[in-house]
């Protein structure tokens, strides 16, 4: 799971939305603190920044870096906190911005918050940094006595709850090592770097803090040691770590959970203290248990709580159910999948057992997952991990902590929840998507069908489970209680509301009956569109939130989802398009320029849906921006750049041409450089990786007719292939950490669909091979997410377009991509729509959600195939000889 989904869960039960939209946006409400809610003083500006709102003075410039002042509060200080530091800073000028509302308060210091932000709760800027001293001590003496959680990424100043560190003021921009558009500050030579925010204090290599930091600075090296050898990490969360560590008296291998004091919230405010302390309750309660790790010890150092526990040698559940899962090779045989049915059986039966005995010791678990069980390396003994959100029975407490795919329904309490949680186990064991319960509980229905169709289960062993899962439990008393931000969302997810149709209802057609699944998919579309709103038209990825473009741009805004509609010939949706040309006229400061994170992706789009003269006003002020310091690739970088310009220039005459021609070059000899010089920091992939830049010079090629332009395409696929590796069934993978991806945007697939545009110029008996090694993993039977570029559509959509392999095979493997399509889908509006990134919300994009499935369908069983762009359909008619292509 990546937690940062999480936090954009809360504000609507049917889509990713910013924070603010669930905590009160406008100067009325009671989400807000009451310094949100009044006036601007005289003589300053309010603005509000992402989930930010800022006090500014007019008139004020700021240096565009320095040493900014951050300060934490908890629940019970805050607004006492704000009051104080905002009537000081007003009277003193100096601009401020804060966390507007408590409950965006406590998703910043929830348990999967993000560690760099977490507990930033008001930022002070000085105007100086000669003024910075003396801004910073008094605000360590007003804030004397308050307290807060611990910000990772600062420099704490005394024992309150005052942070400062050097970084950026203004908005500006640089790329990482890995090719990530980030914060930046300027070096000594005015080169923007990385303004790097980690967990942890750094300060740039050329700043010298100021003297009076030094006593901090000092401070920070005397913590106490702890009383064990730690030995390395297993897990992070923003309420601490947990560590592998020794007894250095006795050699004994034990794990150490730490809890942060006033961080990792969860729903009822408990911090991560108060939780290791409820589990050490728990584990003192069912002392005895084979069932549930020792508990050692418990220790404080320096506020944070310890527990000692004992080392459970095994694998989380969750780990070896991937390891074996039979669905994730191509073919499984019968005998194959009576035995997963026959383990799943029996490893539900020993969770339970469990279970079983930690309710007859009066508890309840209340976050029993996948991951949370471990379980012996001979399969004999499951032990229950994590007692943090643990309850007596007797007392009916309700979920604060859970798993997305776990997370129990508003109204269960005590031994309901893990009784639910059991449920749904049963289901994951044998199909884990039980996520998609979040968005609507009758999926679970069109689970228990296709478990039924592929494994030797039958519908009366699963019925406990499914009458479980559907049981409505009586309401809930207090809805806006959530589990914590991990879980689910703050407005709860009832069984169907009425905006969603049924998953199994009879008008929603499968997702390979076209055309009535495109119909169907726009109708979910078209009811989804927000043109009234300003940030994003059309829900869909966390990511229209991050830039000022993003709810406009082809990854993940309106751009792409009105190309999905364009491409496979739907109805065209007029609003969205008025829309995206309202919003194209005065592109805002930090702006991306690439093609699916800017404005390469939006002047193209406009320019092929027929506005012409406002997608060519985009091209001209992307060809004045400066164009050196970029990635080398296609999703913000010199890749798709180049492909947009120089496609754009071929649309005008002239001058403008020219120019358009110019840029397109310029950045196709930027990425030749890249590519020439490969950084072994670089991503791998279509989007990311070494394979977009191998696309634009292919395309380059059919242009030019220049040889040279196929052998850098072929280094750059070496170098992409060089990350690849062979999986346990032979299938050439890329590499990403310990996982290895099949996918399209950053997997094997995204790599295959270059090699099948490279190898129709040019034999070349090494590429053709692993072009071959990389078609086994296309093909599996499963695949956890339907997304364009992580999931299911993306391999629909390759495999549509290549012609590599057996043709009937292909056409086999098409057919279950789309009823795998049909598996993940959560209708919307009584139309067919689909979840996107982590599936706990539906997702319109094209990088995630329904506009990406309807494009890959479009692909697989469209009369006129649907493409993504620079990839059209093969084999392409050219209007020139092409040497050394491959005769058709």
């Known amino acids: ?190 080169t923007l770097v990385p303004d790097l925010r980690g967990p942890s204090f750094r300060v740039p290599a050329w700043v010298t803090p100021p003297p009076f930091l030094a006593q901090h600075l000092a401070a920070r090296t005397g913590a106490d040691a702890l009383p064990y050898t730690v030995e390395g990490a ?188 059991l449920a749904c186990l049963r289901l994951a064991l044998l199909t884990p998507l039980t996520v998609l319960f979040s968005i609507d509980r009758a999926k679970a229905r069109h689970l228990v069908r296709e478990i039924t169709r592929i494994f030797p289960v039958t519908a009366d062993e ?91 741009s082809f990854g993940y805004g309106a751009a792409g989802v009105l190309h999905a509609l364009h491409e496979t010939g739907a109805a065209p949706c007029p609003q969205a398009t008025e829309w995206l040309l309202d919003r194209a006229k005065e592109p805002v400061s930090g702006t991306p320029i690439g093609f699916y994170d800017g404005l390469a992706g939006i002047a193209w789009t406009l320019h092929r849906l027929g506005h012409r003269a406002q997608g060519l006003a985009l091209a001209r002020l992307i060809a004045r921006e400066p164009l050196d310091g970029r990635s080398a690739d296609l999703h913000g970088g010199h890749a798709g750049l180049a492909l947009a310009l120089d496609d754009l220039s071929r649309a005008t005459d002239g001058a403008e041409a020219a120019a358009l021609r110019t840029a397109a070059e310029r950045c196709t000899e930027l990425a030749a450089h890249t590519v020439r010089n490969a950084s072994p920091t670089r991503r791998t992939g279509l989007l990311h990786g070494a394979s977009g830049p191998a696309l634009l010079f292919v395309r380059r090629y059919e242009t030019t007719g220049d040889a040279a332009y196929l052998d850098l395409a072929a280094t750059a696929l070496r170098q992409d292939l060089d990350r690849c590796r062979t999986g346990t069934d032979g299938a050439l993978l890329v590499l990403d950490g310990k996982r290895t991806l099949p996918y399209l945007g950053g997997g094997s697939a995204g790599i295959a669909m270059v090699l099948d545009d490279f190898l129709a110029h040019r034999d070349d008996p090494e590429l053709r091979a692993a072009r071959e090694q990389i078609e086994p993993g296309l093909r599996s039977a499963f695949y956890i997410q339907p997304g364009l570029f992580r999931g299911a559509a993306g391999l629909l959509l390759q495999l549509a377009r290549t012609s590599c392999g057996d043709p009937a095979e292909r056409q086999r493997t098409r057919e279950r991509h789309a009823r795998l399509l049909g598996l993940h889908s959560v209708p919307y509006a009584g139309g067919l729509a689909f979840p996107g990134e982590q599936m706990m919300r539906r997702s319109m994009d094209l990088a995630t959600g329904t506009a990406g499935c309807l494009l890959a369908l479009g692909a697989a069983f469209g009369d006129r195939p649907a493409s993504l762009p620079f990839l059209p359909p093969l084999p392409r008619p050219t209007d020139r000889p092409q040497p050394g292509a491959v005769p058709q």
Request: net charge negative; proline share 9%.
């Open 1 to 190: 799971m990546n937690p940062e989904y999480a936090a954009y869960t809360q504000a609507d039960a049917d889509f990713y939305d910013s924070p603010r939209h669930g905590a009160g946006k406008s100067t009325e409400g009671p989400e807000l603190f009451a310094a949100a809610r009044a006036a601007a003083p005289e003589g300053w500006r309010t603005e509000w920044r992402g989930d930010w709102l800022s006090f500014s003075p007019q008139g004020l410039r700021l240096p565009a870096q320095g040493w900014k002042i951050h300060i934490s509060a908890a629940a019970d200080n805050a607004e006492r906190v704000l009051d104080r530091v905002v009537a000081h800073c007003v009277e003193r000028r100096l601009p401020l911005k804060f966390v507007p509302g408590p409950r965006l308060l406590l998703l910043r210091n929830a348990k999967y918050a993000d560690r760099a932000g977490s507990g930033k709760f008001i930022t002070v800027y000085p105007h100086s940094e000669e003024q910075f001293p003396a801004v910073a001590d008094a605000l360590v003496d007003l804030l004397a006595g308050e307290h807060g959680p611990y910000v990772l990424s600062d420099l704490r100043l005394g024992d309150g709850p005052v942070y400062v560190r050097y970084g950026a003021f203004a908005r500006r921009f640089c790329l990482d090592a890995e090719g990530r558009t980030v914060p930046a500050v300027a070096d000594p030579d005015g």
């Open 234 to 421: 297993l897990h992070f969360s923003n309420g601490g770590g947990v560590y592998r560590a020794r007894d250095p008296h006795t050699g004994r291998r034990v794990v150490l959970k730490e809890g942060r004091p006033h961080a990792g919230l969860a729903a009822d405010g408990a911090d991560a203290v108060q939780r290791l302390d409820r589990e050490r309750a728990a584990l003192e309660q069912l002392a005895g248990l084979d069932c549930v790790p020792e508990l050692l010890g418990s220790f404080t150092v320096e506020g944070h709580r310890f527990l000692a526990l004992e080392y459970v040698a095994g694998t989380t559940l969750n780990t070896v159910l991937a390891r074996r899962f039979p669905l994730s090779r191509a073919t499984a045989t019968a005998a194959e999948l009576a035995e997963h049915a026959a383990w799943a059986r029996d490893m539900h039966a020993r969770v339970a057992d469990a279970v079983r005995a930690v309710h007859e010791r009066g508890l309840v678990i209340s976050d029993l997952h996948l991951s949370n069980i471990m379980v012996s390396e001979d399969g004999t003994r499951v032990v229950l991990l994590d007692f943090e959100a643990a309850s007596p029975a007797v007392e009916r407490r309700r979920q604060i902590v859970a798993n997305p795919s776990f997370v129990a329904p508003p109204g269960r309490r005590g031994t309901d929840i893990d009784t639910y949680a």
């Open 462 to 552: 699963l019925a406990p489970a499914l009458t479980e899962i559907l049981r409505d439990p009586d309401p809930d008393p207090d809805p806006d209680l959530a589990p914590d931000a991990g879980a689910r969302p703050v407005r709860p997810v009832r069984s169907g509301g009425p905006a969603a149709a049924r998953p199994d209802a009879p008008d929603v057609p499968e997702p390979a009956d076209w055309p009535r699944s495109r119909d169907s998919m726009v109708r979910a579309l078209t009811a989804a569109c927000t043109p009234d709103r300003e940030d994003r038209c059309f829900p869909g990825d966390i990511a229209q939130f991050l830039t000022p473009v993003g709810g406009q």
